[in-house]
């Protein structure tokens, strides 16, 4: 298998021709030209994201009991709003002719560039040395202005802006983009103008009357936080966790590098709900010994690398803040080596303080290397009590959690004790409202209360008051619909008040839970399992292999007839029909090309065994009767194995309670075809 690092240009090649060909995914509408972030799974493609999406179910859902619902794609404008989404769910953009560039995505690949340079130096420096600048002075002199002007700015400078470009602001790109002389990429003219903020979210009207406005979605977060309540009444407790998986919404501003950038793609979200002060996990400790990379913020702001640790030793030196956080980066680094992505190719960045989404309190992404540079697959935020105070705000609901406390808290509270005398003298219809206001506050509003009427000499509140009901002047005549209650203003005097000190038993604690959110960008993650597991064999570069884990492979088993004898047919049909039986996906291939042929076109999906029905499998007479051979597709082996036998054996090898060492020790040993050498 070649390494990812040395993955030449033919062997990205070979793996670019073969998603392709065998259709993984293509452009989507692409007889129409096709739409740049947009496109479609073929039948290998859509599989695999399946088995990809099934393994998330069993690893996260199955294993720490998430709760799963399936919410609106639609999402009305107050939510979204209130979810800080409309204002502030912004990329920057610039303008280079007609068309718009991602601005901080432009300066990282500038960045890169120059760093590639920058380590070419020596080299160059090597060459104009050995130009004679009497006879070469245009060479000497544009060889030497290019050395100069890579010397102008130290490469820990370089590094630091390509660290830090998705969290500058305006100016800052502006100025980037100019002093690194990043051209546009359309008309290659300098990038003088202000970036803009760009919505990234697609617009809709819900409804044909046009006054109801909307968003696809942009995240699958929101349906989790609006429908807390329910979901909390449904387990009565904290910590628990909810799930989803669907489609999400982004008009990026201009969608490149294949399925690693669309405007629609999959995610599969988790929201585990915890109280704020208290976040530790049952299952933090059998992790804390897992090794894996990671880069701090500090580290990224110094240029520094990331470095190797355990998840133990990065919470006990607070670059991960809490246990739960922890825990579920450490289900994430076993998520993607189980998915076959290289442990050495996957670190956990933190997000600096300028990248931080609106909402997050603390975020580290986690970076798979590819061909493409490192890039994010999953992020996992400490969202906070955000989410869930900004709905209670917008709708009124409270969105909160309660704790029995045994034995009760005996708490000291300050409280506001009306003079309800003066206050109905003064307030009229008003003093009641006024009261139960005053009643509800929290002990921290009591104190500002307090210090501002002892400050201003009176507080002004608002309060609704209800309208009189008038008295019917005909006793049949049918009742008037209630009034809805009036807003007034009223003004408190230090004479209408007194504050007191009470004891309060405490029983019941309620409070706003906050969330720990993994977030798998399952597009992306399929993706770079693709990368990964695409390799040649040496013998033969021709053929192009992917080895993905059994279980995500799209399908688990081929079988191949030897030659087209009508005597195989009902043997493979019965081993096709026993293997779905235990649901496991197959195919039959009786076409009349060699069998090695037939064992390459399996390999190119990622097969990982191949059953071969010969001659000795229908002699009587043979001592291999009912029997096949059973190839597993990296290192080509074959094995004979009994037609009764052989589901059984291949559910064990793709679920993994079998391996293939073990198979060999059970099976007898077949010959390795020459076709297939």
């Not at 100025?175 to 359309?186: D, I, N, T």
């Not at 004790?417 to 009641?432: D, F, H, S």
């Not at 509140?461 to 049949?476: I, Q, S, Y």
Request: aromatic share 8%.
């Amino acid at each position: 298998r070649i390494p990812l690092d040395q993955m030449d240009a033919e062997t990205y090649a070979a793996l670019q021709e073969t998603l392709r060909h065998r259709f993984f995914f293509a452009p989507a509408f692409e007889i129409y030209g096709g739409y740049a972030g947009l496109f479609v799974l073929g039948p290998s493609g859509t599989s695999l994201q399946d088995n990809l999406l099934a393994e998330w179910r069993r690893h996260f859902v199955l294993e720490d009991s998430v709760l799963e619902i399936k919410d609106s794609v639609v999402t009305p404008h107050p939510v979204l709003k209130a979810s800080g989404h409309v204002d502030r769910f912004t990329d920057y953009l610039v303008r280079d002719g007609t068309e718009a560039f991602r601005a901080d995505k432009l300066l990282e690949e500038a960045c890169e560039a120059r760093l590639a340079q920058i380590a070419n130096l020596p080299q160059m420096k090597h060459d104009l040395a050995a130009l004679d600048p009497a006879t070469k002075r245009k060479e000497h002199e544009t060889l030497a202005a290019q050395i100069a002007e890579l010397e102008r700015l130290p490469v820990e400078q370089v590094e630091i802006v390509r660290n830090k470009a998705d969290g500058f602001e305006p100016a800052d790109l502006r100025h980037w983009l100019l002093e690194l002389k990043v051209p546009g990429p359309k008309t290659g003219l300098p990038l003088t103008a202000m970036p803009e903020p760009f919505n990234l979210m697609f617009p809709t009207q819900i409804g044909a009357a046009g006054n109801c406005p909307g968003f696809l979605r942009p995240e699958l977060a929101q349906g989790m936080f609006v429908n807390f309540k329910r979901l909390y009444e449904s387990v009565g407790r904290l910590p628990f966790a909810c799930g989803q998986i669907g489609q999400v919404y982004r008009n990026e501003i201009a969608p490149r590098g294949g399925m690693f950038r669309l405007r629609e793609f999959t995610l599969a979200e988790i929201e585990h709900f915890c109280r704020d002060d208290e976040k530790r996990h049952p299952k933090f400790a059998p992790l804390a010994g897992l090794s894996l990379q990671v880069w701090s913020r500090e580290a990224q702001e110094k240029g520094e690398h990331p470095v190797r640790l355990t998840l133990g030793e990065a919470l006990a030196t607070h670059r991960i803040g809490n246990e739960t956080h922890a825990y579920f980066i450490g289900r994430t680094q076993l998520f993607l080596e189980r998915c076959g992505i290289r442990a050495d190719c996957i670190r956990f960045r933190q997000h600096l303080l300028k990248q931080m989404a609106h909402y997050a309190r603390d975020c580290y992404d986690a970076e798979v290397r590819t061909q493409a540079g490192w890039i994010e697959v999953v992020g996992l935020a400490d969202r906070s009590c955000f989410d869930l105070t900004q709905h209670s705000k917008a709708t009124g609901v409270d969105l909160v959690a309660h704790e029995r406390l045994d034995p009760p808290v005996v708490k000291d509270e300050l409280k506001i004790v009306p003079n309800k005398k003066e206050m109905g003298k003064t307030l009229k219809g008003a003093a009641q409202p006024v009261c139960a206001h005053l009643d509800a506050m929290t002990e921290e509003q009591v104190r500002a209360f307090q210090a501002q009427l002892a400050r201003d000499g009176h507080v002004t509140l608002t309060v609704l008051v209800p309208v009189p009901v008038e008295k019917k002047k005909d006793a049949a005549a049918p009742a008037a619909a209630p009034l809805p209650p009036v807003p007034t203003t009223v003004e408190l005097l230090p004479n209408m008040v007194e504050f007191k000190t009470v004891q309060t038993k405490i029983s019941d604690r309620v409070f706003i839970p906050a969330v720990i959110e993994p977030s798998f960008g399952i597009s992306r993650i399929f993706n770079t399992i693709l990368e990964h597991c695409f390799y040649r064999r040496p013998e033969d570069v021709k053929r192009g292999v992917f080895r993905f884990p059994p279980m995500l492979a799209p399908t688990k088993c081929a079988i191949f007839p030897l030659s087209g004898d009508d005597r195989f047919q009902p043997v493979c049909q019965k081993i096709a029909s026993d293997l779905v039986k235990l649901g496991l996906s197959r195919t039959i291939d009786a076409s009349g090309v060699a069998i090695g042929r037939r064992y390459a076109r399996a390999d190119e999906v990622g097969t990982p065994y191949a059953v071969t029905v010969d001659f000795d499998t229908i002699d009587a007479q043979h001592p291999n009767f009912e029997s096949v051979t059973l190839r597993e597709r990296d290192s080509c082996e074959q094995i004979r194995v009994k037609i009764a036998e052989l589901p059984a054996l291949v559910r064990g090898l793709v679920e993994g309670t079998n391996t293939w060492a073990d198979a060999k020790t059970r099976f007898p040993t077949a010959a390795r075809p020459a076709s297939d050498e």
